[in-house]
């Protein structure tokens, strides 16, 4: 066509017919791509027609998979037990969400109808009809229970579902919603069992990455301080600092007009400002309650200087109002709880607000006396770094000059064992070696070289690791466990160690009491990693360790983690080994990946209702999520 070429400003316009002329001086292209063969053109246009084709084999597939979807559902309600109803019902809604919307709502009204009777008659799994007090005062405590998990499913599929459910479970705990809200319970931890499941649910949306869906189904209950409120909030930090910091004042102002708000509210804002991770509350006698969270490794929050001369000054206040009569303070915390919260914040205020620090001590005086020092470590966790090294050693070794039994030495040495394993110190060793008592020696033992092991393998030194493995004073379950890490470390790099770790680690998984679960956990755990380097001994692994599931009714499918708890006088050690790498679901997501027919016959092999649904609902799970 003919080239327009306009000159700007002068006006001039001329018009070039140039098509004959450009074809004498433009170089033509090589003959074989002005004409394509023939294969090339069959090619392209096969490719073109496969787009956006219907496909028979995957949509036979996904049909396939909803048919498992729907008749394991069917199973969970005529069939299972009122422990394992709800949860295969809701994880079958979940499954089921994108194929068939209208369905999946039945199936969690109906898990959630199944999970309100379960909790009401307090079921737990393998012990349903009779569980342990501590089983259920746990459950209580955690906000852990049915209805919980079927919350949590439904609010990452349908705000608006989880919403309805929320409504009902708040109706039926209005009393204790409103006692919370009221203010009635500062003590962080009695607050209604609504509000703590909200929160909890919350706190998964964050973890799963749904930040902004986190924070809208959290705002409604944000308006108390609580162990859940405040954790949430230093995990919402490390996700989005401004939005939480912006809550953070937002709880800063209403505490301060609240008239309810006492030393535990200051306490328990402390933990978002100082020690992320760590809760503390006291009661009127003293005692303190704590929790602290190994599974999150929350920074300290870099605040600005206007945020923390806020918290300080509603803080003080707080401290400062007079008490009232002992027997009419109906505070959470009491005089004595007031005095202890003072006592393990007057450093802070000694270092960010010196004059309220100087009120406060002389409102201490007048509370009964001036502030001492204290040697319990619940005054300083969190606050105070625990020495190190030669500074540690130098203080146990005093605190043993002074002991006057070999119990109280004991415990001693058990303490800094620990402080110095969880700092990775190698001296720890030989101070767990002087423990006396035998148990209590191969207890702190076994937690500092498994420590130690977990330090290697965060460092991502896979040789070390493995090393230590293998000569430390380990359970079978710890070991198994130590090699499969690091044999994930040296998948690339160095795959025919890896392959024997792998093999190490089926070894000491076989060693496992087979009455426990950890067996299987840890076989499919191994099983698992097989799959990415030698498929066909995955599956040999993996029909050994659907036996094992076999051998003891404890296997449920529902965990895939193994607990890990040592506590001292001044450490309270709770983590837990293995995870979603470990889990039913996650081996056979990636099994019908390579053999769906074979999965499913695999699938069908557990004995026990619960992992049989579990890989089931997996392998549907696959398929339709493609």
Known sequence: MPTRIIYGGRGILLELICVSLLCLWVPLPPTSAQNPSVETIQAKAKEQSTINQPNPVEDERRAFAISLVISTADEARSDFDLALRPRVLARSADVLWNADNATARALFRRAWEAAEKGDAEEVTIK????????????????????????????????????????????KDTERETEDAKGGRSNDGWSISDAVTKRL???????????????????APVLDQVSRHSIGFLSALRAKNPEAADQRFALLLARAQ???????????GLSSYAFTPGF???????????????????????????????????????????????????FTSSGVQGKRRVMVRLLPLFDRHAPETAAALRAHFSALGGPPKASTSSL?????????????????????????????????????????????????????????DESGLRAEVRRFVDFE?????????????????????????SQRAWAYTEAARLLTKSDRPRSLELLEEAAIEARRIDASTPDRG??????????????RNRAWELMDEA?????????????????????????????FAFGGKEYSVSKAFRLLSEDDFHRSIDLAKSFKNRGPRATATLAIADAVLDK
């Open 452 to 476: 130690s092991v977990r330090i290697w393998l965060r460092n991502k030194e896979a040789a070390e690791a493995a090393r230590l493995a293998k000569s430390g004073q380990l359970t079978h």
């Open 379 to 435: 005054l300083t966790a969190g606050l105070v770094q625990e020495e190190t090294g030669s500074k540690a050693l130098e203080t146990m070794q005093n605190r043993v000059d002074r002991a006057k039994t070999s119990r109280e030495r004991d415990a001693i040495y058990a303490d800094t064992a620990v402080g110095l394993a969880s700092q990775g110190d190698i001296q720890a060793k030989d101070v767990a070696d002087k423990i």
């Open 546 to 574: 659907v036996k094992a599931a076999n051998s003891t009714e404890k296997f449920t499918g529902a965990r895939d983690e193994i607990p890990f708890i040592l506590m001292t006088t001044r450490h309270n050690k709770l």
């Open 279 to 329: 809760y503390v509350t006291f009661n009127a006698d003293g005692g303190g309650r704590f929790t602290g969270l190994e599974s999150y490794n929350f920074n300290l929050p870099n605040l600005s200087p206007a945020l923390v001369k806020r918290f300080f000054e509603v803080s003080g206040a707080i401290l400062l109002r007079p008490s009232p009569p002992r027997d009419q303070d």
């Open 200 to 218: 909890l649910v919350a706190w998964k949306l964050l973890d799963d990455g749904q930040v902004q869906r986190a924070m809208e189904f959290a």
């Open 257 to 267: 007009f609240d008239p309810s708000a006492d030393a535990n509210t200051v306490s």
């Open 521 to 534: 956990i840890l076989l499919i755990g191994v099983a698992t990693q097989f799959l990415l380097a030698d």
């Open 127 to 170: 012990t349903k009809d009779n569980p342990p007090p501590i089983v259920i005062a746990l459950k209580r405590a955690s906000g852990h229970d049915l209805r919980y998990e079927v919350m949590n499913l439904a609010a990452r599929r349908d705000p608006a579902l989880s919403e309805e459910f929320f409504a009902k479970l708040t």
